[in-house]
């Protein structure tokens, strides 16, 4: 069958990590008496490492370029060789909010630079995608990108 599920566009900040409850996970077999189910995750991770003196991150967006979708309601279509398909809905968006609440005080050196992870479907974005970091007061950041 098919699987519906909602990847939000406003995603949490977690320490160190991502936020866990939207880290869809899925199983397929061929038959029920197959009880060795494979788990994959269903999307892949954007981790940013940003580092700047004196400052407090509050939003960070991802926007994709071309208006592809990375956020918003998907379905996941298992497929004959026990891999899955997912298909973002025509009415999801072309952005992801990473919300960091009260503000993070960010790290002031590479060394010590705070990571902030995105959780994205696997969409190719074709134009590439742009990034935007909200602070409470205009600072000079420095970012360092990581995808998995």
């Known amino acids: 069958g098919t699987i519906s599920f909602m990847l939000p566009s406003d995603q949490r900040y977690v320490e160190n990590s991502f936020d866990a409850s939207?880290?869809?996970?899925?199983a397929s077999t061929n038959s029920r008496s197959d009880t060795d189910l494979r788990f994959r995750?269903?999307?892949?991770?954007?981790?940013?490492?940003?580092?700047?003196?004196?400052?407090?991150v509050s939003n960070i967006y991802l926007y994709s370029n071309s208006g592809e979708r990375?956020?918003?309601m998907a379905t996941v279509n298992p497929l004959s060789d026990n891999g899955l398909e997912l298909n973002m809905s025509?009415?999801?968006n072309s952005y992801i909010n990473l919300n960091c609440g009260e503000g993070v005080k960010i790290g002031a050196t590479a060394d010590e630079a705070t990571d902030f992870w995105f959780i994205v479907p696997p969409v190719l974005l074709e134009s590439g995608f742009q990034i935007y970091v909200y602070s409470e007061k205009p600072q000079q950041l420095y970012l360092y990108l990581l995808v998995f």
């Open 22 to 26: 939207i880290n869809y996970m899925v």
């Open 70 to 72: 990375i956020s918003g």
């Open 41 to 56: 995750n269903l999307c892949g991770y954007l981790r940013l490492r940003l580092y700047g003196d004196d400052v407090s």
């Open 90 to 92: 025509e009415y999801s």
